[in-house]
Structures are given as C-alpha cells and as structure tokens.
C-alpha cells in the first residue's frame, strides 16, 4: 500500500506543478498576444478548473482508502 501512496503523491506534484507552467504560459501569452487573449483565457480557466478537479480526486481516494483502512 506504501507503493500506492508514493506513486499517487508524486503524481500529485507532477501535476500541480504541471498546471503552475501552464498556468504561467498562458499569463504571458495573455500579456504579449491580444489577438488569441479568449483562447488564451478559456485555456487558463481549464487549466485552474484540472487542478481542483485534480485535488478533489485525491482527497477523495485518501477518504475511501482512510474509510476502508
């Protein structure tokens, strides 16, 4: 179970920190392009909106693994 654990925690940071450059990209394409700023914009949004979903789905599995333990 330990190996279950350390896989899903290095998961979790690859995608935390996955979501930091992209949301860091899109910043900087939203201050240099104003012609693709919507794109730009609706991409951060996903980009935030994967990291909750990321996060409530990782929490969810340490309740049912914890509820089940």
Excluded: H, P
């Excluded at 450059?21 to 994967?50: G, K, S």
Aim: proline share 0%.
């Amino acid at each position: 179970m330990q190996y279950v654990d350390d896989i899903s925690n290095v998961v979790l940071i690859l995608i935390r920190i996955g979501v930091v450059f992209r949301v860091i990209y899109c910043l900087l394409r939203l201050m240099t392009t104003e012609d693709e700023a919507a794109q730009f914009r609706r991409r951060f949004r996903n980009a935030v909106a994967f990291e909750v979903v990321a996060e409530l789905v990782f929490v969810l599995k340490g309740l049912i693994i914890g509820y089940f333990s």
